[in-house]
């Protein structure tokens, strides 16, 4: 009985990058519709978004899948680079004379350029972000400004539906703890819990008066290079599951296609609408 | 054929004296070259010119010259068999240039398919693929059972005999940016899977061949679709799906 290499094998590899790839497609359409609440302009856009937010970092089953998609896009570019390591020793003695652009689309033939620098923005984006939502200790909590009086209050909401007077932190009555809990200062217990305002650090990131601009345009240009890896990726995922069928092929390819066009689009419509149209 | 004319023309082919040697490209000229001629007779035509000059001839793979045989080679400006579609070297022919051109010449490039002398690569890979798994064993002890006793959907049958038509030329290899072998092991492996005869060894068929693939150094797929595109023979990407399926059900069998 042949003995299957089944975790380094050529196909093997193929597998788990098409596997890995699919669920972060599938990632990338979840990731999209948190992101698209950015543009609503209800009056309690930021709160909606805060309070996602708060459920995408605390609700256990979200936890799960982050870590899936942690470890799908470590995996995917591990295999990425066996790959092109490999593929390169394939063929020690280049053409003198190729034309590869009568065979083969351009983001095909580059798919490891593009991946890299998908990883870079990733990386950039996590820390923009992610790590700011989990590690930071300044990050803000979500306020909201309410007429008290003829005179406009600054609150505190909290994730109880409450709000605490932010007079009161400031003079000291309650305090601030673990980056999000309010505690009585005088009997040290604690009493609310706050949201973090990653609202307010997502629009001051890309309103940023002299780095916004730029951001926002490294974004879009980020989003066109994700457009032409999924170009590539999405069909070609069922093509290493064994999924080619005559019948489906075309079902696929257009699936595919639209994908890589609508994702990346919306997703760079969203700085571009924080950038220019936020006030 | 009254659209006959002579055509003079640049090559640069590559040269190397044997498989130890380090190669390069050395430049020709080749007047009144038909272009009612086969891009073989026209390297014909040149080695006698070299010949003649008492200087080395070219060293290039042939043998049917009609386009069967999966024997002829070469990377022509560029592309595997040349710029034709679904035709091998033989039966390229020189009207697919113009006079005044300059054309590249080389051999397959892959660390699989090593330079033996000038355009000749050594291909026994694809035999030693073959060997791992490419067949269907059947006892011959004069009692063989005719092959149409066995019915065929037809269908499958047709799938099978188009995957079949793969010569084994190497130009799917040779295009591929990652030379790999896919489509040739595709077809190989389709060839059988898809007929009842072929589906008795078919677990260890897909194993052993795609291990032998993997152990004669060539890439991996990443269905960028070049090997499609340039084979000879139209062998379709569907295979390399099949191949895929038919290994993902062996290993976890």
Not at chain 1, 151 to 167: A, C, H, L, N, S
Not at chain 2, 85 to 90: E, L
Not at chain 2, 185 to 208: C, F
Not at chain 2, 213 to 242: H, Q, W
Request: with cysteine.
């Amino acid at each position: 009985m042949a003995k299957s290499a089944f975790l380094k094998s050529s196909i093997a590899k193929k597998y788990w990058m098409a596997l890995t790839g699919l669920f972060l497609c599938l990632f990338l359409t979840g990731h999209l519709l948190g992101n698209l609440q950015l543009l609503s302009t209800s009056k309690d856009a930021a709160l909606h978004f805060n309070q996602y937010a708060l459920f995408m970092t605390t609700n256990p089953a979200v936890k799960i899948l982050s870590y899936l998609t942690y470890i799908s896009i470590i995996f995917h570019a591990i295999d990425g680079i066996v790959l092109t390591v490999q593929n390169r020793k394939a063929r020690p003695v280049r053409y003198v004379m190729n034309k590869p652009g009568k065979n083969t689309i351009w983001a095909s033939r580059n798919m490891a350029v593009l991946g890299t620098i998908i990883l870079v923005f990733i990386v950039t984006h996590m820390v923009s972000f992610w790590a700011r939502m989990h590690f930071d200790k300044a990050m803000p909590l979500q306020t909201i400004s309410i007429n008290a009086g003829g005179m406009p209050q600054e609150f505190y909401v909290t994730t109880d539906g409450g709000y605490i007077p932010k007079m009161q932190v400031d003079q000291g009555q309650i305090k601030i703890e673990n980056r999000t809990e309010f505690y009585d200062a005088g009997a040290n217990v604690k009493i609310k819990e706050g949201y973090k305002d990653l609202y307010k650090i997502t629009v001051a990131f890309f309103k940023q008066p002299q780095y916004g601009l730029l951001y926002t345009i490294l974004y879009v240009i980020s989003m066109v290079v994700l457009g032409f890896h999924l170009y590539h990726g999405f069909g070609s995922a069922f093509q290493s599951l064994g999924a080619n069928n005559p019948k489906y092929n075309g079902l696929i390819k257009t699936f595919g296609y639209a994908f890589a066009i609508i994702v990346p689009l919306l997703f760079a419509v969203i700085p571009v609408y924080i950038h220019f149209f936020i006030k | 054929m009254g659209s006959n004319k002579n055509i003079n023309i640049n090559l640069k082919i590559w040269r190397q004296k044997d498989a130890k040697s380090k190669g390069q490209i050395e430049t020709y000229k080749l007047d009144n070259v038909s272009t009612a001629s086969s891009f073989l007779e026209m390297l014909d035509q040149l080695n006698e010119q070299l010949i003649n000059e008492r200087k080395e001839p070219v060293a290039f793979d042939h043998d049917c010259r009609e386009g069967i045989c999966g024997m002829c080679s070469l990377y022509i400006n560029g592309q595997a068999h040349g710029p034709a579609s679904k035709v091998t070297t033989c039966q390229l022919h020189m009207r697919s240039f113009k006079d005044g051109d300059t054309i590249y010449v080389e051999p397959w490039r892959s660390k699989a398919f090593p330079v033996i002398k000038d355009l000749i690569v050594d291909r026994s890979a694809f035999d030693r693929i073959q060997q791992a798994g490419g067949f269907v064993s059947v006892n011959t002890s004069g009692r063989t059972i005719d092959a149409n006793a066995t019915p065929v959907p037809k269908h499958d049958a047709d799938r099978s005999f188009e995957a079949a038509a793969c010569i084994g030329c190497g130009a799917c290899v040779a295009s591929c940016k990652n030379g790999s072998a896919m489509l040739f092991v595709g077809a190989k492996v389709s060839q059988y899977a898809l007929l009842p005869q072929g589906k008795v060894e078919a677990t260890q068929r897909v194993l052993n061949m795609v291990r032998q693939m993997d152990e004669e150094g060539f890439g991996n797929c990443t269905n960028t679709g070049a090997c499609e595109v340039e084979c000879p023979k139209g062998i379709s990407l569907e295979n390399i799906a099949r191949m895929n399926r038919e290994y993902l059900f062996a290993s976890v069998k």
